[in-house]
């Protein structure tokens, strides 16, 4: 199985778990992992509704002799809990001036002992005719089964948000390690995305009410709920600004541009007390809906201009591609230029855009009666998919820089031999010219004796052969010291930088090379000289290797004496 395959396998048992894990979740909501029902109980008491304000009224029964809380949540809504008309909880009721409405909160109010017999009463003072239709549901139990339920309740967004900021931290976190690759001017897209996710993850634990664990402030929450709601749109158009071609560029940069100016505008009024940010979100809904239908126009013209141009071959690099025209390509890996990388982003955008729809239609429909989670389950699959596209881009670079590095070993590579070839001894030969420090450094020249002889007599099979031992024996005795070329048919050149070792390695050799002859069966010898760069001798390392070539045809010289009369002898 590829490489490829392999990632693709993984991927879809990861997403499958993660399926499985979110259904588990999604099942045993408001219920405990065991399965059973919780302990808490729904006050049956219906609200009187008079104008604005939503009254219940109940004679509380013996179970509230011991200690009992409330559990419910409001939106939008001034809160006040009285036993037999004496206020024993209150929230948004004190003196505000940055709105009509307290935002949405849940509370657990906890109930004095004894408090069975007694007329309780809870009073919502609803801040917008909107929502007077959203009557909240009241529960009742211990302080511990209160907490528990909610938290059990929050608890599959709270997953499901978890997986987003971490792919938003993994996107922030490759944008740092990019970030030297990247001009300070230009906009990083993975920044983008890493914030969009934070953002969006923000809102959503917002939304379920999470963030008021860590945040106990309802205004607070309130400014975080609709600034942060109105920012990621944002930044998701600064994301696309990054990858789209030139054409649309202005067009999503003016859309980010008109979503920081509604939020300034917006949360002035706010402040002024002129409007609430909540009763003008249609403004921005009304923006959103426009910004779409430009992202959707944007994907057609890019994935029309594209159809000519998927046969045309491009060159890989940040610039320039075969019809002239300019070929950026971003941070994210997306090919951008004149037709940009929408294109390749056309069904993550269209998931995304598709879950904000749904998330503003619920909006509308529900009027905050539940938290819908389509706005964090399409950011999640959004991030994912482009995370994925991400992984194949860099196992596709994977790909091409190991052709590359393979090429590159083949042009400096002797086949027969393994060793580096004619090419890389030039290149070693000119780093070494231009080197400032040459003390220590030294070479050894080989030249296989009569290697004619043996073509001639026993084939070039043996010949190759004879050609390949000479290499292992010096890579044997010297091959830790240096680095080992071959020059020409039977010449080999080794150059290193440890001259104290020199000596011992040339008697290693030559009882290396007795050992291989007498394994072989044709005769095998070789010659070879050495030389340590002398300042005194060499003007440059150049002669360092006439002197080894010296040395060498001198040895060849002697061993040939030797070898005929050998002969003479009838040793051979």
Not at 68 to 85: A, G, K, M, N
Not at 224 to 252: M, R, S, W
Not at 514 to 533: H, M, N, T
């Amino acid at each position: 199985m590829s490489t490829g395959k392999k990632l693709m396998f993984c991927f879809y048992a990861v997403a499958l778990f993660l399926a499985v894990v979110s259904g588990r979740l999604f099942y045993t909501t408001g219920k405990d992992f065991d399965g059973d029902a919780h302990t808490t109980t729904q006050l049956e008491t219906e609200p009187v509704q008079e104008g604005n304000v939503l009254t219940w009224t109940e004679t509380l029964p013996d179970t509230f002799d011991r200690g009992i809380s409330l559990l419910f949540e409001s939106s939008q809504s001034e809160v006040e809990v009285l036993l037999d008309d004496e206020t024993i909880y209150t929230y948004g009721m004190e003196e505000r001036n940055w709105g009509k409405s307290p935002g949405s909160y849940w509370h657990v109010v906890d109930l004095p002992a004894g408090s069975a017999g007694r007329t309780l009463t809870i009073r919502h003072v609803i801040a917008y005719d909107s929502i007077r239709e959203n009557i909240p549901l009241i529960y009742y139990g211990s302080h511990g089964e209160c907490v528990e339920a909610k938290i059990l309740d929050m608890l599959p967004v709270l997953v499901l948000n978890c997986i987003i900021i971490f792919c938003g931290l993994i996107s922030i976190f490759l944008h740092i390690q990019r970030m030297a690759k990247r001009k300070r001017s230009e906009l990083g897209s993975l920044l983008c995305l890493g914030l969009f996710a934070i953002l969006v993850a923000t809102w959503s634990l917002r939304q379920c009410g999470f963030l008021q664990l860590l945040i106990p402030n309802g205004g607070v929450l309130y400014f975080i709920d609709l600034q942060v709601l109105l920012l990621f749109p944002a930044l998701i158009d600064l994301f696309i600004y990054t990858i789209c071609g030139e054409k649309h560029k202005n067009g999503f940069a003016a859309f980010a541009g008109a979503y920081l100016l509604c939020v300034a505008a917006e949360t002035l009024l706010q402040l002024l007390g002129v409007v609430d940010m909540f009763e003008v979100l249609f403004i921005t809904h009304g923006l959103i809906l426009v910004n779409v239908v430009y992202l959707f126009w944007a994907i057609y013209r890019e994935c029309r201009e594209a159809r000519p141009q998927e046969t045309k071959p491009q060159l890989q690099g940040t610039e320039s591609d075969i019809s002239g025209e300019a070929v950026i390509e971003s941070e994210y890996g997306i090919r951008g230029g004149k037709n940009g990388g929408l294109s390749q982003m056309k069904l993550p955008l269209c998931i995304l855009v598709a879950s904000g729809i749904m998330e503003m239609v619920s909006y509308y429909i529900s009027i905050l009666k539940e938290v819908s989670i389509f706005m964090a389950l399409g950011t999640m699959i959004f991030i994912l998919m482009l995370i994925w596209q991400q992984v194949q881009e860099y196992y596709n670079i994977a790909l091409e820089e190991e052709k590359l590095a393979y090429f590159e070993k083949l042009a400096r590579t002797d086949m027969l031999t393994g060793a580096f070839n004619r090419n890389a001894y030039e290149e070693a030969l000119k780093a070494l010219a231009e080197s400032a420090d040459l003390n220590g450094q030294w070479a050894v020249v080989f030249d296989l004796n009569n290697m004619k002889a043996i073509n001639d007599n026993f084939g070039h099979e043996k010949g190759d052969q004879a050609i390949k031992s000479c290499y292992g024996c010096i890579e044997r005795t010297f091959g830790k010291l240096g680095d080992c070329y071959r020059i020409g048919g039977d010449e080999f050149v080794l150059l290193g930088k440890k001259g104290a070792e020199l000596k011992d390695a040339a008697e290693r050799f030559d009882a290396a090379i007795q050992k291989e002859a007498a394994r072989l069966d044709f005769p095998f010898s070789v010659a070879f000289g050495c030389a340590i760069f002398n300042p005194e001798k060499d003007a440059d390392f150049h002669e360092t290797i006439h002197r080894c070539d010296a040395l060498m045809y001198k040895d060849k010289k002697e061993k040939k004496i030797n070898m005929n009369m050998s002969a003479q002898d009838g040793t051979l």
